[in-house]
């Protein structure tokens, strides 16, 4: 089995700055495309950024939607099986339960699967 789980969520008031971390454990084989969506209170969950796994050069490949666009950074750390979300310049709109998305493969199936993490909670408020 493959958990993520979110941390560094919070209370922040706006204009400041919030890091948040997923880290994937259990038994993983290769973690391919990771994400962070978000999720406010009536409303749909949304894709705020995504990043592929590395390529030959050890790079990877980013986007983001565009309402965070030059705010957040999204990056991920593959000998810790991490990923993370630096958001800056918070606003209240960015409000949101924040989850973690993999494309996973497990060492005993080798199986690409989506797994999600429990959430983690920010709000923005002076």
């Known amino acids: 089995q493959v958990q993520l789980v979110e941390s560094g969520g919070g209370l922040v008031q706006p204009g400041g700055s919030l890091r948040l971390s997923c880290a994937a454990s259990g038994s993983i084989f290769s973690i391919y495309a990771m994400g962070w969506y978000r999720q406010a209170p009536g409303k749909q969950r949304e894709l705020v950024a995504a990043i592929t796994s590395s390529d030959i050069t050890g790079g990877s490949t980013t986007n983001y939607t565009d309402s965070v666009k030059g705010r957040f950074t999204i990056s991920r750390d593959n000998a810790k099986n991490a990923m993370y979300l630096q958001m800056n310049s918070l606003k209240p709109e960015d409000a949101a339960v924040y989850y973690c998305?993999?494309?996973?493969?497990?060492?005993?199936?080798?199986?690409?699967?989506?797994?999600w993490g429990q959430g983690t909670q920010v709000t923005v408020s002076s």
């Open positions: 998305n993999a494309d996973v493969s497990d060492s005993i199936t080798l199986k690409p699967n989506y797994y």
